[in-house]
């Protein structure tokens, strides 16, 4: 993403970039301390994929968690409502933010910082490169407990999730 060029004054700047379907899938949640979880693939997040960070927050996050999220259709699959059911539920309550509210969910916060602050103008000759910026800026933004701090200064959850796509 493109946050500021440079140019002489009167020629605006080209930026020359190959279009491709090449992207990256992310899949991130922010618990209330700041603690930032993040997993990056090539490939587009399904609903078993969804599972398989869920199972990571349960291993890394001791206790109960309210799992805050919207309302995309990948949150309501039938994998999701069956590792509910295998006992999931016992620890894991989803709460659906309402209708197109990402200025609800801190999660969008962090993303938006990610992409406009930590990647803007980001420049990567391939996917692998992107993942190695991403997961840098991920780290870098650990460091940074004000930035967390005011995205979490929304509605109060243990953690929330968010899907993003990395292009």
């Known amino acids: 993403m493109a946050v500021r060029t440079w140019a002489p004054r ?10 491709t379907r090449d992207h990256l899938s992310a899949i991130s949640g922010i618990t209330l301390d700041g ?15 969804v599972v ?10 001791p206790g109960k968690i309210i799992l805050i999220w919207d309302g995309s259709l990948i949150h309501r699959a039938n994998a999701l409502k069956a590792f509910l059911k295998r006992g999931a539920a016992k620890r894991l309550h989803l709460e659906q933010l309402p209708g197109y509210a ?6 969008e916060g962090i993303w938006n910082y990610l992409k406009r602050v930590e990647l803007g103008n980001v420049c990567c000759s391939n996917l692998d490169e992107l993942s190695h910026k991403l997961i840098q800026a991920k780290e870098r933004l650990r ?6 701090n005011n995205a979490l200064s929304v509605p109060s959850a243990s953690i929330m999730p968010s ?3 990395m292009m």
């Not at 460091?143 to 967390?148: E, F, G, R, T, W």
């Open 10 to 19: 009167g020629q605006t700047p080209l930026l020359r970039v190959k279009l």
């Open 35 to 49: 603690r930032l979880f993040m997993q990056v693939r090539p490939t587009s997040y399904d609903a078993e994929a």
């Open 52 to 61: 398989g960070f869920l199972r990571v927050l349960l291993r890394k996050i």
């Open 102 to 107: 990402p200025d609800l969910n801190p999660d």
């Open 143 to 148: 460091h940074k407990s004000d930035c967390s």
């Open 163 to 165: 899907l993003s796509t």
